[in-house]
């Protein structure tokens, strides 16, 4: 799965650049479009008390990003297990160029922060 | 009520300067240690089902705030309604030149967002 | 000009709803589209040492955003004078509600931040 | 070297906790807080094109923080080689409980973004 990402101003800072942080809402988006594209509304799970954190991040930065660019997130799942999906991404630049790299470990838990079983039809829609 | 905000690179952008949303969060900081002080926790109001919302914002930018800037946040009440509290505020920098001027209307609502009269023992202490 | 934005959680804060400095957000992303579209790229202003600063800013809540809404960003330009330009902005939901109405003052200024005429090839697109 | 981290509604989202990308941020005001107290000002090394990039951030996310929360956030140096330096840091809840484990790759850089040793004024601070 593939989106585009502009940069803005509001996504830059006084080093010229995109600052750091910001890339990791740029992933909250690619996984969201991903898991909609499966059928997967992150909304509708919320609604059933069902929700994914953020158990581990990694990222490697390998070109800064700039104002105006227009950012290619590829997003894709590597691993599926019992509680726990991770993804991967890879985001580009305009010119084709790699501008990071990036793995996320997602845990799927109940209303009350504790680890639960990926349901079964979240996970059938993903495999 | 007068608080310090420092700048860091997470503030500013690629104009070299703090961004303009920036400073609404300063604002947050502000309303809440000045409610702090006069005993009000936003955060007991909010186990409560007591909650404050921005209806109005207006903010006059005057001169523009830099990295490693300490910023000073003055807040205070200019008017207390029914449901509803003015606040007011100026931040100036570390050369006592004023950065910019700002409102903000608060609304009081119940968890429903339904305007709500300001709680009496909420009143009392900001009088 | 009309422009559409998701909400992600990024967007939002723990009262639920969209934060209230994000919104500014939006309006960047309002105004840089509406001035693209009229043939100006905010980039190669930069390029040329003009820069839009932002002098003041006010903002309406009507109606809370929440996570998964697809708002509408509605930017137009209400008056051009020598070194201003005044922006108004209504930002609906997906059914059509009003979330806020805004209003931006900018003003032109060169790379020390002194105010100066809007470049005449600039005005001419605007009109 | 440690220092304090308020939460504010600005830091989280409407799952209720500290949102990922803003633990970003602390670290950044960690490492900034961390240099200055060994006389090294991140403003004066720009002033001097010296400046210092991300080029990989992992975190592990142990509990969620919350509205409210004062964090606890511990800066150190675990490695200084010719270009690079290692930060890793613990954040902990006003409970005690570690929140987050976390580690910084940053490269020294010149202003065309080329990498460059460190200069030797500024490693000897650092040991």
Same mark, same amino acid.
């Given at each position: 799965?593939? #989106?585009?990402?502009?940069?803005?101003?509001?996504?830059?800072?006084?080093?010229?650049?995109?600052?750091?942080?910001?890339?990791?809402?740029?992933?909250?988006?690619?996984?969201?479009?991903?898991?909609?594209?499966?059928?997967?509304?992150?909304?509708?799970?919320? =609604?059933?008390?069902?929700?994914?954190?953020?158990?581990?991040?990694?990222? =490697?930065?390998?070109?800064?990003?700039?104002?105006?660019? %227009?950012?290619?997130?590829?997003?894709?799942?590597? #691993? %599926?297990?019992?509680?726990?999906?991770?993804?991967?991404?890879?985001?580009? !630049?305009? #010119? !084709?160029?790699?501008?990071?790299?990036?793995?996320?470990?997602?845990?799927?838990?109940?209303? !009350?922060?504790?680890?639960?079983? %990926?349901?079964?039809?979240?996970?059938?829609?993903?495999?």
């Amino acid at each position: 799965m593939e #989106n585009e990402k502009r940069i803005y101003y509001h996504n830059t800072d006084c080093g010229g650049v995109v600052y750091y942080a910001e890339y990791l809402k740029f992933l909250e988006e690619g996984r969201t479009l991903y898991l909609e594209e499966k059928g997967i509304s992150v909304k509708e799970l919320m =609604d059933h008390d069902i929700f994914f954190v953020i158990a581990r991040q990694e990222i =490697d930065y390998k070109l800064p990003a700039f104002y105006g660019d %227009i950012l290619q997130i590829d997003t894709r799942i590597t #691993n %599926i297990s019992r509680a726990r999906i991770d993804f991967e991404y890879e985001i580009r !630049n305009q #010119n !084709n160029k790699t501008v990071a790299f990036s793995k996320t470990v997602l845990v799927c838990i109940d209303k !009350n922060f504790k680890p639960m079983p %990926i349901p079964e039809k979240v996970r059938t829609k993903l495999i």
